[in-house]
């Protein structure tokens, strides 16, 4: 899609490090739930943007072209974000990652900027598991700083008290690491491979 949003001379510290910035001018920028609506403001949903630099379609694919580009000409990203009042855009995480705990949509990427508040943790992952009556919920993987020693229960613990219930991981792995690609992202098919073959 080429850039479609960016930060402004004038912005401040807050909205350059925690947002992409606004649609630049002759693009638009929608966040739009399940059935192709728009969310309301400040709530989640898939970003779908529409611009001159924006790809009409796949080469040779009118079913993937289908797929990913609306009647209206939006592409759909795949990425869950929201916008302000602003029309400041936050990406909080990916569609495919994200999981129901009781009917409450859970955000792997925001639980995980929870997780990073925790003194010990240096990196956090997480996913949705199956639960028989929660339906999901989440588990995480974390890598711990030096420190004192801290176990599985009691970042269970901290988290009660850091984040909505149903944000809570129900269990939480320590690793030595988190595996990744080759770009530095993690790569949460290996983790949801490891908790499979169990």
Do not use: C
Not at 165 to 187: D, F, Q, S, W
């Amino acid at each position: 899609a080429g850039t479609v949003t960016g930060s402004r001379p004038d912005d401040d510290f807050e909205h350059i490090a925690s947002t992409v910035g606004v649609p630049w001018p002759g693009f638009e920028v929608r966040t739009l739930d399940a059935s192709g609506a728009d969310v309301g403001t400040g709530e989640p949903g898939e970003v779908a943007v529409r611009g001159a630099t924006v790809m009409r379609g796949y080469l040779d694919d009118p079913d993937a072209t289908a797929a990913a580009i609306d009647a209206d000409g939006f592409l759909h990203t795949g990425d869950l974000g929201t916008i302000d009042a602003d029309g400041y855009v936050r990406i909080v995480g990916r569609i495919k990652d994200m999981f129901i705990v009781g009917g409450f949509n859970a955000y792997p990427a925001e639980i995980e900027n929870l997780l990073l508040r925790h003194p010990r943790i240096s990196q956090a992952a997480v996913i949705g598991v199956p639960d028989p009556r929660l339906g999901e919920v989440g588990m995480a993987f974390v890598v711990l700083d030096d420190g004192p020693p801290v176990d599985a229960s009691s970042i269970i613990e901290w988290a009660r008290v850091e984040m909505a219930n149903y944000k809570v991981p129900r269990a939480v792995e320590i690793l030595g690491e988190l595996p990744m690609n080759a770009t530095g992202k993690v790569v949460k098919d290996d983790l949801r491979a490891r908790i499979a073959a169990r």
